[in-house]
């Protein structure tokens, strides 16, 4: 069973950039689909963007499309999520999560990473 640990998270400006990682470890993560969800106090898990097994396929949410990025490195069991012109409204607790295909349930969570952006 592939367990799933994010780090990259931070305290940054509004307008600022982080890079989130999600390693994988067990389980064989180049065949999952890897997505990236966030949970904001008070609100519930929403869904941030997915990549499919090789890279080649991204999906995003309308409020993140153009400033963050998915990718992942097979060869390193890692999945990367690039946050770039920071808003407040960024601001949640970032999951990264695997699924078997596109539109399956995830079944595996990673236990998340805090994104803090001031104003």
């Known amino acids: 069973q592939v367990q799933l640990v994010e780090s990259g998270g931070g305290l940054v400006q509004a307008g600022g950039s982080l890079r989130l990682s999600c390693a994988a470890a067990g389980g064989t993560f180049s065949t999952y689909v890897m997505g990236w969800f966030r949970q904001a106090p008070g609100k519930e898990r929403e869904f941030v963007g997915a990549v499919n097994w090789s890279g080649s396929i991204t999906d995003y949410a309308d409020s993140v499309k153009g400033r963050f990025t998915i990718s992942r490195d097979n060869a390193k069991n890692i999945s990367y999520l690039q946050l770039n012109s920071l808003k407040p409204e960024d601001t949640a607790v970032y999951y990264c999560?695997?699924?078997?295909?596109?539109?399956?349930?995830?079944?595996?969570w990673g236990q998340g990473t805090q994104v803090t952006v001031s104003s």
């Open positions: 999560a695997a699924s078997r295909a596109f539109g399956l349930e995830y079944h595996t």
